[in-house]
């Protein structure tokens, strides 16, 4: 239930805020649960904290995994057109199938809603359409919902910004840091593509390439912002809320 699970998330932003000792257990279990959501609104939610919380090079890792399982193969462009030229083949292949056989065709006798007889043939049965089967995150995309997009761009840059800090092979920080660069620019080239439903906005667009251009600069004044700025504000948050629940509590008491 998309409610039940926005609160639910809403406690363990908090509680992963206030209680440091659970972190490493709450990133464990929410990347459990990452590939089973089927909400782009809970995938957002839960994103952001793992960008915020991953609190060693061991759980970057981790988080990048499980966001390449949800996202499936990149460029999503060339993936989707190969995926649609396999398709046209086979139903190419499919037809000439048919035409070949066309004279073994057996028809059926059906019996109408009114009690009269009617005849039935393979070709005269609408076909059924095929349920595209993709990962969640790449179906929210394809559907047009471009502002995941740019969560999880955010969020990316988070993690490689952590990283850089954490691991001194070289060859490591660049292979995290191109892939999360690729996985963006990878979004940003679908949502003007055409493949999906609606192409992405130019409000999108311009965050998505402002991560990407944070990545390639990495000045201090803004990864001074993705790295303290977003946790100083939910702190602050979480302080305005508490003060507001004490001012209530003294309220009603008087």
């Known amino acids: 239930n998309e409610l039940a699970s ?40 839960a994103m952001w904290i ?25 460029p ?7 995926k649609l030229n396999s398709e046209n083949n086979s139903e190419n292949e499919q037809q000439n199938g048919t035409s070949t056989t066309a004279s073994t ?9 009114d009690g009269t007889y009617a005849t039935q043939s393979a070709f005269s049965v609408p076909a059924v359409a095929k349920k595209e089967n993709r990962p969640p995150l790449r179906q929210y995309l394809m559907d047009g919902d471009f502002f995941i997009g740019t969560t999880l761009a955010a ?14 092979k070289e060859v490591e920080r660049n292979r995290v840091c191109t892939t999360a660069m690729l996985i963006m620019s990878s979004i940003m080239h679908l949502g003007k593509s055409g493949f999906p439903k609606k192409q992405i906005t130019n409000d999108d667009l311009d965050r998505m390439f402002l ?18 700025s977003c946790r100083e504000a939910l702190a602050s948050m979480l302080i305005a809320h508490a003060d507001e629940e004490m001012q209530e509590k003294k309220s009603k008491r008087k």
Request: a negative charge; aromatic letters at 8%; proline letters at 4%.
């Open 6 to 45: 926005a609160d639910v998330l809403i406690f363990i932003r908090e509680a992963i805020e206030k209680f440091p000792a659970l972190r490493p257990l709450i990133i464990e279990k929410l990347l459990e649960s990452f590939p089973a959501i089927r909400s782009t609104k809970i995938h957002r939610s």
């Open 50 to 74: 793992l960008g915020e919380y991953a609190a060693s090079a061991k759980e970057v890792i981790e988080v990048f995994d499980v966001i390449q399982q949800t996202l499936g193969e990149v």
């Open 76 to 82: 999503i462009v060339e993936m989707e057109q190969k």
């Open 105 to 113: 065709t057996t028809t059926t006798t059906k019996i109408t809603s």
């Open 155 to 168: 969020t990316l840059t988070k993690l490689v910004l952590k990283y850089l800090d954490w691991e001194s």
């Open 211 to 228: 991560c990407l251009k944070t990545l390639s600069e990495r000045t201090p004044e803004i990864i001074e912002v993705f790295k303290n």
